[in-house]
């Protein structure tokens, strides 16, 4: 042997304009073509993988350390984890190490193998991010293969044929199939989740995509959480009687959801029960209200995103996951913008005058990210209470006093 020897490229990303960038592959062998869309969180790989909003995309993690703490089975956000992963692939930056966590069961790569996830390591993040920033989120396949043989012809036609996510309704890909129940409560240290006994209230959930954590954060209310499919009708939400609805997060293109679930959303708004939406569920209701939404340039994926709570005044740090936003300028009269961001100043949040509907673009349940915006669920839920003529509950808690 003379001179260095390399090893070949066992992964591929390769990207609508022919770009391609080779490094050695993880998780699961095989191909699989998405939008690919960049995330700044440096902690919660797993929930990030296991969010169904993420459906449709290829995730690229710009801290480089991902995989060092492994995994387990309770960071996951997805409810059926029998179901295929809704996230089409994996970009790192370094080599995924020995995990180091007293709570870590399993290596990443061989979770991601088990989901079905086909990654690529070794590829220059920040440089795909600053592409990304510079160029918009494009379509790109990314491809595994042990032996360094790539079907090319194959991978090619695979990134050919995905439509890129606007006009796609991923929501039926992602929710539920049936009806049922929920009553986990948040996770605390070493007692893991609890459940929520005797509760006070009803809250129906619409799943288009919903993470566990949010469903986590309604039972934290004292709210049992009855979850049902997203192309359930106002009528058939109606039946089960509930306190108020809430719209959850997901993916695709909120104008190709809202075909069947704007009509749905205007019924229940008839009926003045509480409504609360978080970012596909935002987006929803701003259509049901006249709104309009727009693909975004990068989009926000991340858990440190400055959100301005335009009514007081605040900051909160948030969790963001979205490549669609409201367009706030398309609001009609008596609807309020009540956050925005900060990255970017576009629409974060917004509720209908004199009326107890709201939303946020941003994810109040973080998992990952700060818990700044936990509050909303309280403001959620002490709508009903008013309406119920019950003592409304403090939406911020001093620290001493939560002692």
């Not at 990303?13 to 960049?38: K, M, N, Q, S, Y």
């Not at 918009?136 to 079907?151: K, L, R, T």
Request: proline share 6%; charged share 20%.
């Amino acid at each position: 042997m003379t001179g260095w020897q390399q090893k070949p490229a066992t992964a591929v990303l390769i990207l609508a304009d022919g770009t391609r960038l080779e490094g050695h592959g993880i998780g699961a062998v095989g191909h699989a073509a998405g939008e690919v869309c960049f995330n700044t969180a440096m902690t919660g790989y797993q929930e990030i993988l296991t969010d169904p909003s993420y459906a449709g995309q290829i995730v690229t993690f710009t801290f480089p350390h991902i995989g060092n703490v492994g995994t387990n089975d309770e960071d996951i956000e997805t409810v059926n984890m029998a179901a295929l992963s809704g996230v089409r692939g994996v970009v790192l930056k370094a080599d995924i190490t020995n995990p180091s966590n007293y709570r870590a069961t399993e290596k990443l790569d061989a979770w991601l193998k088990k989901r079905n996830i086909v990654g690529i390591a070794g590829i220059d993040t920040r440089a795909l991010t600053a592409r990304i920033r510079e160029h918009g989120m494009p379509n790109g396949v990314i491809a595994h293969e042990p032996s360094g043989q790539f079907d090319e012809s194959s991978i090619m036609a695979e990134l050919k044929a995905f439509p890129g996510l606007e006009g796609l309704d991923l929501a039926k890909e992602v929710t539920t199939a049936q009806t049922y129940h929920w009553d986990q409560t948040s996770w605390e240290w070493n007692k893991g989740y609890g459940r929520v006994e005797n509760p006070e209230f009803h809250v129906v959930a619409v799943d288009f995509g919903a993470k566990r954590n949010i469903l986590r954060c309604l039972a934290d209310q004292g709210a049992k959480v009855t979850i049902v499919p997203a192309t359930t009708t106002a009528a058939e939400i109606l039946a089960h009687n509930p306190d108020a609805v809430f719209l959850s997060n997901g993916p695709g293109d909120p104008a190709a959801t809202g075909k069947y679930a704007v009509p749905a959303i205007q019924k229940l708004m008839e009926t003045g029960k509480p409504i609360f939406g978080v970012c596909l569920g935002h987006q929803l209701l701003g259509l049901a209200l006249g709104g309009k939404t727009a693909k975004m340039h990068q989009g926000h994926h991340g858990a440190n995103h400055p959100v301005k709570d335009l009514t007081t005044g605040k900051v909160e740090i948030t969790s963001m996951n979205h490549g669609f936003a409201v367009d706030s300028a398309s609001l009609p009269a008596g609807v309020t913008q009540t956050h925005i961001s900060l990255f970017d100043g576009s629409n974060a949040g917004l509720s209908v005058d004199g009326k107890p509907f709201f939303s946020v673009q941003y994810h109040p349940e973080a998992s990952p990210g700060p818990a700044d915006s936990h509050y909303l669920f309280t403001r959620f839920l002490n709508h009903v209470r008013r309406q119920k003529g019950l003592p409304e509950k403090p939406e911020f808690t001093a620290p001493d006093a939560a002692a």
